[in-house]
């Protein structure tokens, strides 16, 4: 890092979009009907969490928060002011109308080993993820890094920069 906390945070924000692009990219052409003989989901789920973690990374830095070099999207939520846990339970609540799974597990743990598992997912026998809340974390995780990073939503965020 450079040593400037905001222009640094500027820099994660991006590179966590990146990877939320990739994964849209992916998204689009699993479900694209030229491409029915290609299934994108593994690399839709790796870039989707990678962006998860470094979205959790850049509010935890920005806001001078330590934290170690883990991947698992729970631990780094744990270390998460208050007001911020509220917001993500609040807005994915909203949106996915629950927050635990049929067998009470929170959907932030069920997911927050999704970039290892995934990555390797060729070793295991089966693997399950909650795509549709990883992808609405995600939704909330970008807006919410707007809003401390520039005070505007993602929506506003995204107008900007594509008049630019």
Known sequence: MTGNRRFDSMEMFRHA???ADCADVCSRESWSTVNRTK???TPEIVNRAFACEIYLKTLLFYNCIAYTKVHRLAELYALL???FRET????TFRRFGRTKNAFGI???ENISNAFYDWRYSFEKRSLHCEVGYLDLLC???RDLCCRELYQISWKEYEATNKER
């Open 17 to 19: 979009c990146a990877f």
């Open 39 to 41: 299934w994108y989901g």
């Open 81 to 83: 002011p208050e007001r």
């Open 88 to 91: 993500i339970d609040r807005e």
């Open 106 to 108: 929170s959907y932030i």
């Open 139 to 141: 939704d909330v995780l």
